[in-house]
């Protein structure tokens, strides 16, 4: 049983999403040598992704969190609107900011994200996205790093949730579509 009775198929595995992981890492350190790099994680989805993606990055560099709801507890779209529930613990003014996301799908999101920090003066805002459901844009938002565009299918794993589990899955699996109204346990 798990999280695989729930899954139609596996779209990205382990082996693949940690290779990539390491490719970003690497440019990142490239592009952030002599910076004031500082890594803003988006809750909760983005915590898997920030954790081994910060372990790839060889420059110095800070973490900080917030967190944005922009789906709503047992939705499985994007609705648009934006809510931020909780906000950094620091001033980034002067900071060279990359925010780390797991999923661009509206893009609504990131848009009110990078809004509201470009607006603290920061020395330079940037994003990395671990997975681009591009079919799906709406806003206008450019993906500094990407680490791989996918179809529009509901996948869940690597911090990614169905219903608030199976974040810790290791893997980018597809839901399978017999749950798409049916809560999962
Ligand atoms: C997801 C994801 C992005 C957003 C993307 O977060 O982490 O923040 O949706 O969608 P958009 O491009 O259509 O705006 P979610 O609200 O599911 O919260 P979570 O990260 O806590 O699971």
């Known amino acids: 049983m798990g999280w695989q009775q729930y899954a139609s198929k596996i779209l990205i595995d382990e082996q693949t999403l940690q290779k990539r992981v390491a490719e970003l890492g690497a ?3 490239r592009d952030y040598a002599g910076k004031n790099l500082l ?3 988006v809750l909760k989805g983005g915590v898997v992704f920030l954790t081994d ?3 790839q990055i060889t420059v110095p560099h800070r973490i900080d969190f917030m967190a944005i709801s922009s789906y709503g507890t047992g939705a499985r779209e994007s609705t648009g609107v934006v809510r931020i529930l909780m906000d950094l613990s ?3 003014q002067g900071q060279d900011v990359l925010i780390v996301e797991d999923i661009i799908d ?4 990131l848009e009110y994200i990078l809004r509201l920090l470009r607006a603290r003066g920061p020395a330079s805002l940037k994003v990395c996205c671990l997975l681009d459901k591009s079919e799906r844009r709406q806003a206008n938002i450019e993906v500094d790093y990407l680490g791989f ?3 529009d299918e509901f996948v869940f794993g690597y911090g990614l949730d169905v219903d608030e589990l199976y974040r ?3 893997v980018i699996a597809v839901l399978d579509p017999r749950y798409y109204d049916q809560t999962v346990s």
């Open 27 to 29: 440019e990142i350190s």
């Open 39 to 41: 890594l803003v994680c």
């Open 53 to 55: 993606l910060m372990r």
């Open 90 to 92: 620091s001033d980034i």
């Open 106 to 109: 509206t893009g609504h999101t």
């Open 149 to 151: 565009s996918i179809p």
């Open 168 to 170: 810790e899955v290791p």
